[in-house]
């Protein structure tokens, strides 16, 4: 069973002040990894999508990254409009290529 | 382009009532799917269409939960009868294919069972 497992479950950043999110995962077989990005009361966003270890993509703040048991969304210095819940979510090779989200890590990033 | 529709937003029903939740997704996407998500967790599939047929229905409580998706565009999702447990936003998906990466999201339908 495809398990994605991320970490902090919440993080408190002050503007300007750079971290990273951690997404761990298991899968039979990785065809993708995605990042999406979802705002209270709204459905996730579409960000990144990752294929391969060693992968990386960037839009403005965010950097993704992928190794062949995690990945990492670098955020620098961020923002207060930044502040979300950011979603993992892997695609197995195989099968019938449904998503599996993990839990989220909530973002709030303070002025 | 205009995205995934969903109604209504909110819905607040007693246990053992039913209720029915509505999508329209992106045109031309083909495939559609229902998620549901209970507040503080990620979200969970329940069904897949691929145009008007179920793709992948395995984690849908089927005893109290249906879903239709009718000519391959709007579907609904029926609950009936609810139950505490089932308070969740429902979150409708659509994708241009089966294997497409990017699911783009509706901003679902918040469901409260008293």
């Known amino acids: 069973e495809d398990q994605v497992t991320q970490s902090p479950e919440a993080l408190r950043l002050q503007e300007g002040e750079s971290s990273s999110l951690n997404c761990s995962y298991t899968v039979s077989g990785l065809r993708g990894l995605f990042w999406y990005r979802q705002d209270p009361g709204k459905g996730p966003e579409f960000l990144f999508t990752?294929?391969?270890a060693g992968e990386e993509k960037e839009k403005e703040r965010l950097k993704a990254t992928l190794t062949k048991k995690e990945s990492f969304l670098h955020i620098t210095a961020p923002k207060p409009e930044d502040s979300a819940t950011y979603l993992c979510?892997?695609?197995?090779?195989?099968?019938?290529?449904?998503?599996?989200f993990g839990r989220g890590t909530s973002l709030i990033v303070h002025p | 382009e205009a995205g995934v529709a969903q109604s209504p937003r909110y819905k607040i029903i007693e246990k053992r009532q039913s209720v029915a939740f509505w999508c329209n997704p992106i045109s031309g996407h083909a495939t559609l799917y229902w998620y549901q998500q209970i507040l503080g967790q990620g979200p969970k599939l329940l069904i897949q269409?691929?145009?008007?047929?179920?793709?992948?229905d395995s984690q849908l409580p089927k005893d109290r939960f249906s879903a239709e998706r009718l000519k391959g565009v709007d579907s609904t999702l029926k609950i009936q009868p609810a139950k505490l447990e089932d308070s969740a936003v429902y979150l409708c998906a659509s994708s241009q294919g089966q294997t497409s990466v990017k699911l783009f999201f509706g901003s679902g339908t918040q469901l409260s069972v008293l």
């Open positions: 990752l294929y391969s």
């Open positions: 269409f691929q145009n008007n047929g179920v793709v992948d």
């Open positions: 979510a892997v695609q197995a090779k195989g099968g019938s290529y449904i998503p599996t």
